[in-house]
Nanobody
Framework: QVQLVESGGGLVQAGASLRLSCAAS????????MGWFRQAPGKQREFVAT????????YHADSVKGRFSISGDNAKNMVYLQMNSLKPEDTAVYYCAATSSSYSRVAETYDYWGQGTQVTVSS
């Protein structure tokens, strides 16, 4: 049974930083890709960032490029999302996900999802 557990969300003011963490368990993730997605109220889930644990390949959505950074720790089976210069439009539930692909920007390719962590950015 694969489990993904996110943590680190919260309520912050615009311009602040947060670091989201995702703890993965239940399988070996060294050949898989991990991703962060978010969903704001009334909107579709959108891609935020993805990382290939084996090759260190990273992609970030244009909307967060330069402000957010995804990273991983293979030894600890952890994935992080460092979020800087947060904006009110970043408010959403953030989800960690795992895919059997090396990395992916497409939500439908992900096999496992965490329960999500709320990030709220006030203006």
């Amino acid at each position: 049974q694969v489990q993904l557990v996110e943590s680190g969300g919260g309520l912050v003011q615009a311009g602040a930083s947060l670091r989201l963490s995702c703890a993965a368990s239940g399988r070996t993730f060294s050949s898989s890709g991990m991703g962060w997605f978010r969903q704001a109220p009334g909107k579709q889930r959108e891609f935020v960032a993805t990382i290939s644990w084996s090759g260190g390949i990273k992609y970030h959505a244009d909307s967060v490029k330069g402000r957010f950074s995804i990273s991983g720790d293979n030894a600890k089976n952890m994935v992080y999302l460092q979020m800087n210069s947060l904006k009110p439009e970043d408010t959403a539930v953030y989800y960690c996900a795992a895919t059997s692909s090396s990395y992916s920007r497409v939500a439908e390719t992900y096999d496992y999802w965490g329960q999500g962590t709320q990030v709220t950015v006030s203006s």
